[in-house]
């Protein structure tokens, strides 16, 4: 099955700095990858996802990159603000009519340091 | 549009004994998967029902089994309890429109805590 290597576990950055956090995956079927947030006590929701169509996508603070060959996405953060602070997880899944379930990361603890 | 939601948030069990959580997913949506979150293993998932039909599952045991009915709400139930069934149990719901995957939205979650 899919394996979804996160790094790193912890990351603290200085507020305005960028984050980066990068994940591997070992299926070279998988052709879906989302980024979610959780914080502290809260449900996990989608910040951003990519598809294997595409090699980048944006939206405002937040972009993703994907390398198919090299089988790795990163998650980039910029200008980052005190309500980044979150744990984030990345997920890879194949799909084409069967939702064989997302394959999660164990998670980054992304703090911003003020 | 209300999100996804789940009952109870908070349950307290006794190993041996069996439990069943509730998901309603977002109206319009068609697929509810589960999850079951702990601080060692993480996100971890457990199946997905769509159309009434279990269609995939993880790698958990048969104790862990779930239904779906026709106006797409999901239950799941652990039987004969054990301690590291303590955990988040969390559902997300998906239009399921086949091609793409969709978009998997999350509700808030069970916490269940076995004793």
């Known amino acids: 099955g899919e394996n979804v290597e996160q790094h790193p576990s912890t990351l603290s950055v200085q507020e305005g700095d960028s984050a980066v956090i990068k994940c591997t995956y070992s299926d070279s079927a998988s052709n879906y990858f989302p980024w979610y947030k959780q914080e502290l006590g809260k449900r996990p929701q989608l910040i951003i996802d990519i598809r294997s169509n595409v090699g980048e996508k944006k939206d405002q603070r937040i972009a993703v990159t994907l390398n198919k060959t090299a089988k790795h996405f990163s998650l980039h953060i910029t200008e980052t603000q005190p309500e980044d602070s979150a744990v984030y997880f990345c997920a890879a899944s194949r799909s084409g009519g069967g939702a064989d379930g997302l394959t999660f990361g164990k998670g980054t603890h992304l703090i911003i340091q003020p | 549009k209300a999100g996804v939601t789940q009952t109870p948030r908070y349950l307290i069990k006794t190993r041996g004994q069996q439990v069943t959580l509730s998901c309603s997913p977002i109206s319009g949506h068609r697929s509810v998967s589960w999850y079951q979150q702990t601080p060692g293993q993480g996100l971890q998932f457990l199946f997905e029902?769509?159309?009434?039909?279990?269609?995939n599952k993880g790698n958990f045991p048969g104790r862990f089994s779930g239904r779906q009915f026709s106006n797409s709400r999901s239950e799941m139930n652990v039987s004969t309890l054990e301690l590291g069934d303590s955990a988040l149990y969390l559902c997300?719901?998906?239009?399921?429109?086949?091609?793409?995957?969709?978009?998997?939205?999350f509700g808030p979650g069970t916490r269940l805590t076995v004793l």
């Open positions: 997300a719901s998906s239009l399921r429109t086949g091609g793409y995957t969709d978009t998997q939205y």
């Open positions: 029902y769509f159309s009434e039909t279990q269609r």
